[in-house]
Nanobody
Framework: QVQLVESGGGSVQAGGSLRLSCVAS????????MAWFRQAPGKEREGVAS???????DYTEPVKGRFTISKDNAKNTLYLQMNSLKPEDTAMYHC??????????????????WGQGTQVTVSS
């Protein structure tokens, strides 16, 4: 059982930045991905960014060039640096762990464990 706790969300104006963190109870699952997904009210959970066990990052088109995913294995922590935020980035952001395959394309079912989420609100 992997427990995930996200933090770092908040309210910012368009163009601002936030850095999300996700602390995991363990980081020992090799050959799996970790990922960030987001869910806006009334919408399905959608992929944002993923990172493989060897550090290869992937992004969905809406966030490419603005968001950066990274991880610190020594701290069991996953990060999401979000720059040039837009109102359409407003959502609850969830960290997923022990994700199989290409989670951004498979969808939320690819990930075994989820955190409770951290809210990001971007005003225009």
């Amino acid at each position: 059982q992997v427990q995930l706790v996200e933090s770092g969300g908040g309210s910012v104006q368009a163009g601002g930045s936030l850095r999300l963190s996700c602390v995991a109870s363990e980081f020992t699952h090799s050959n799996y991905y970790m990922a960030w997904f987001r869910q806006a009210p009334g919408k399905e959970r959608e992929g944002v960014a993923s990172i493989s066990s060897d550090g290869t990052a992937d992004y969905t088109e809406p966030v490419k060039g603005r968001f950066t995913i990274s991880k610190d294995n020594a701290k069991n922590t996953l990060y999401l640096q979000m720059n040039s935020l837009k109102p359409e980035d407003t959502a609850m952001y969830h960290c997923g762990a022990v994700c199989r395959g290409a989670p951004l394309w498979v969808g939320p079912t690819a990930c075994t464990y989820w955190g409770q989420g951290t809210q990001v609100t971007v005003s225009s």
